[in-house]
């Protein structure tokens, strides 16, 4: 009888601790602007990788840029048919499109996954002299993006602003087999990541 109890429990904890632990979030606690001399200050840049639902990403990258959360917006991600315009390309197009000038939009063009979209961005903010970015990708891809990025950062700090909800990803995700899906990958990519370190 108590199976009967234990399952549901189970499940129920299975849910809450998946979506703590893949979505690091640096601005809980934060107001809509930035705040000088807290953990809130203002960043150097905004970063944000494509892949699953590229537009909202790109959308929270846009957004926390009109805040003021920083002066410029990296775009990173290659496209997987090469006969047409890279992801950042279309995701600058999107920003030049909500008013974020040109000059503010760095791009890299040729990363095809989340360990190139950590290394190409390095030299970007090593000729610029970023020292702290902010991290925007997916809710559930956020805790991997944030151990490659970490991984090669040098001296730079990392923050986290997972996109909570888009196409792929909600506060339901666990109500569809897509959900479990790309919650069930990640955990398994993050062991491979870990496993790739100890190695």
């Known amino acids: 009888m108590k199976w009967l109890f234990l399952i549901p429990a189970l499940i129920v904890a299975s849910i809450i601790g998946l979506s703590i632990y893949l979505q690091p979030n640096n601005f809980i606690g934060c107001g809509a602007q930035p705040a000088e001399g807290t953990d809130c200050d203002k960043a150097d840049a905004i970063v944000v990788v494509s892949g699953g639902d590229t537009a909202a990403r790109t959308a929270a990258g846009i957004t926390l840029y009109k805040e003021g959360w920083a002066d410029y917006l990296v775009l990173s991600g290659a496209a997987l048919d090469t006969s047409g315009p890279s992801n950042a390309a279309a995701m600058k197009q999107q920003a030049e499109a909500e008013g974020i000038p040109a000059y503010a939009i760095l791009i890299d063009e040729e990363a095809m996954n989340t360990q190139q979209n950590a290394e190409n961005t390095q030299s970007i903010f090593k000729e610029r002299a970023f020292d702290d970015v902010i991290l ?43 959900g479990w899906w790309l919650s069930g990958g990640e955990i398994v990519k993050i062991i491979a990541f870990y496993v790739g370190v100890a190695a």
Do not use: C
């Open 136 to 178: 925007v990708t997916s809710g559930y891809h956020q805790r991997r993006a944030s151990l490659e990025f970490n991984k090669r950062a040098d001296g730079i700090e990392i923050r986290n602003y997972p996109v909570l909800s888009d196409s792929d990803w909600g506060w339901y995700w666990w109500a569809t087999p897509r």
